[in-house]
């Protein structure tokens, strides 16, 4: 099957209507909660290849804010039943989030001030509380000596702790930290899993997030640092994949604003450059509303 695009997950998702080979199910027909998450689940790839960046980007771009708002609707419709975190299982709009996590275009929204990306605000929170519910089943799981090591990167989890981690820390910086309920959820699961976890990578993001709430955050030796420090810091560093020069005084992409050159040539030349691994700029160049 070919590979979706941008709106053919906003169409599978509900956020936009239309027709796209991957809905199989019938006009007028019921949608169920679980369908939706099944149809969604066949439209993801992992790892994600360079044209996934393209079509990642371009959803961002369009439909992130629908996307954050149909998240917050699903947990402020549990949050106030007996036993909320049982009631929020297999919400593609979470699984969404936590897909586009380290998308330029998604840090772009979280450090936004428009009013459209206003709701984002509460997105760590949204995430945390997730975090929890995917807790309670990997728990044991987590703790547990397996004989061979998974690709940590396809573990749901792991790829749910790095999205949470990015969240606090954009968010916290806008004066937005996790409230203190769904802290206090999280925190024994981050606690427990730093120090007891047999996965490596795992015990690492959840001491960053538990340093991270608590202000004593430093970064761990195992993560993923390159990544994480260049959209965790919020410095500029030039785009331009083969440079690495940091300044306070890059220039910024006019168009989609999500990246920023030390100089018109290697602004020029990212444009064009599709690399093994990276799209060319102009492909992932969108403007946003937010
Ligand atoms: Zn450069
Ligand atoms: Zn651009």
């Known amino acids: 099957m070919a590979t979706p695009s941008a709106e053919d997950i906003a169409i599978v998702l509900g956020l936009s209507t239309g027709e796209s080979s ?4 019938k ?13 969604f689940q066949d439209c993801l790839y992992y790892p994600p290849n360079r044209e996934q960046l393209v079509v990642r980007s371009e959803f961002c771009a369009k439909y992130l804010p629908a996307t954050v708002a149909h998240l917050l609707d699903e947990l402020a419709k549990h949050i106030d039943s007996p036993n909320p975190i049982s ?35 509460d997105l760590a929170e949204a995430l945390a ?23 940590v990167d396809q573990i749901p989890l792991y790829v749910a702790l790095k999205a949470l981690l990015v969240a606090i820390c954009i968010l916290s910086k806008h004066g937005r930290p996790i409230p203190p309920i769904a802290q206090k959820q999280l925190l024994p699961y981050m606690h427990r899993w730093g120090s007891q976890a047999h996965i490596e990578e ?28 260049k959209i965790l810091t919020g410095r500029k560093y030039c785009g331009f994949p083969e440079c690495d020069s940091l300044s ?22 990212h444009w064009t450059l599709d690399s093994k691994t990276l799209p060319a700029h102009k492909r992932v160049c969108f403007r946003t509303e937010f």
């Not at 949608?31 to 099944?38: D, F, N, S």
């Not at 890059?250 to 030349?269: D, I, P």
């Open 22 to 25: 991957f809905v199989n199910w």
């Open 27 to 39: 006009p007028g027909e019921t949608v169920t909660r679980l369908k939706r998450y099944e149809t």
């Open 87 to 121: 009631r929020m299982e297999s919400d593609p709009f979470f699984d969404m989030v936590v897909i586009v996590h380290s998308n330029p275009v998604f840090i772009k929204y979280l450090n936004s001030r428009k009013e459209i990306a206003g709701p984002g605000k």
């Open 129 to 151: 509380l997730n975090v929890v519910v995917l807790g309670r089943k990997y728990d044991p799981i987590l703790l547990v000596q397996q004989s061979e090591e998974d690709q």
């Open 202 to 229: 795992i015990r690492d993001i959840c001491l960053d997030i538990s340093g991270a709430l608590t202000d004593s955050w430093v970064f761990s030796e195992g993560t993923d640092i390159h990544d994480m420090r």
């Open 248 to 269: 306070e005084t890059l220039r910024t992409c006019k168009r989609c604003q999500t990246v920023s050159y030390c100089s018109v040539e290697h602004q020029r030349a």
